[in-house]
């Protein structure tokens, strides 16, 4: 427990140093903040990993924990975990290193803030989509033969499932509410993996039609997150948009998203870097302060430099790393 309180006090101070300086009478005063979700949220080999949460793959670096510095909650709660869906709200999950327990069981009467990143993993979307298209690139390399692969009978089979996942996240709404009935709610989007034109085939090795196919379903996806957030008087956190120019194919520096291959001080492939984490904790605290929802260029001017700072940090501890990647070797995160 000294080593945990340890390396969590040092990640704090790192993120505190990337954070920007806020005003803090325009702060929304919250003090019981819990965070649901899945590996976009628990964000599993940004450094530094938080080597005692079970096989949820959390790192100190994730959004909620840099949201919760920046808010100065009395008290935070993080229960995201990797390859949770939206029955994991209210069932147990089973990881590597055990099980771990409903994520709504981490909500209380008094709980006052709520973020919720969940949905890529119903039914399997974003599982298939990633799993599936880069094996489908050789047959047409310049088409889209992924799209044309979950295309059964005319019917995209993929957005299908996006429309029975917005109404589970509708469900969690409800449940969240039930629990927590005084708490501000934030379902939280999906930031761009894919670009809106142009491709990456050594990063995103999909095929030149299918990149245009990614977008659209993480589209459809977060349309989806956004609607089911209506529909409960949540408040949707808009990541989508404001990520443009910070996909998977941006240079280094800039993109929010990691690639095909997994960087054991950076992240695990096709998940958040620390500067998506970055950038989903400034958007996400933009929108409960009213301010406009976009990056600054020298906001990820100090994203970029912390991030080399933690990955520096990161290699000089490569048994924490490696325990971290063993971990995740052997189950699929999301």
């Not at 979700?37 to 670096?61: E, I, K």
């Not at 996400?284 to 912390?306: C, D, I, M, N, Y």
């Amino acid at each position: 427990m000294k080593l945990r309180r340890l390396v969590a006090a040092c990640a704090s101070l790192i993120l505190v140093a990337a954070l920007p300086v806020s005003n803090a009478s325009a702060e929304p005063a919250f003090h019981k903040y819990v965070a649901l979700g899945d590996s976009y949220t628990s964000a599993p080999l940004v450094p530094l990993p938080d080597l005692l949460s079970l096989g949820c793959a959390r790192s100190y670096s994730n959004y909620p924990k840099m949201l919760a510095t920046m808010l100065r909650v009395h008290q935070f709660t993080d229960v995201s975990c990797g390859g949770a869906d939206t029955t994991n709200m209210t069932q147990p999950q089973s990881t590597i290193l055990g099980t771990a327990a409903p994520q709504f069981d981490a909500l209380t009467p008094d709980t006052d803030l709520v973020t919720l990143g969940i949905g890529g993993n119903d039914f399997g979307v974003f599982g298939d989509i990633v799993g599936t298209c880069p094996g489908l690139r050789a047959s047409d390399p310049a088409g889209a033969p992924c799209k044309a692969h979950f295309t059964v009978d005319g019917v995209d089979t993929l957005r299908a499932k996006i429309a029975q996942t917005q109404t589970r996240i509708a469900i969690v709404v409800q449940g969240i509410r039930a629990r927590s009935p005084q708490a501000t709610v934030l379902l939280v989007g999906y930031p761009k993996i894919a670009p809106e034109q142009g491709t990456c085939p050594s990063i995103l090795p999909f095929a030149d039609g299918d990149y245009a196919y990614l977008y659209s379903i993480e589209q459809a996806l977060n349309t989806a997150i956004s609607a089911a957030a209506a529909a409960g008087g949540a408040t949707y956190v808009d990541t989508f948009g404001p990520s443009t120019g910070h996909d998977a194919c941006a240079p280094d520096g800039q993109a929010w998203i990691q690639g095909k291959d997994i960087n054991v001080l950076r992240a695990l492939n096709y998940h958040p870097r620390f500067e998506g984490q970055a950038g989903v904790a400034s958007l996400t605290f933009k929108t409960l302060t009213g301010a406009p929802a976009r990056v600054t260029a020298a906001e990820q001017s100090e994203w970029a430099a912390h991030a080399r700072v933690l990955a520096r940090q990161a290699a000089a501890s490569p048994q924490a790393v490696k325990a971290s990647l063993n971990r995740l070797r052997t189950s699929a995160q999301r």
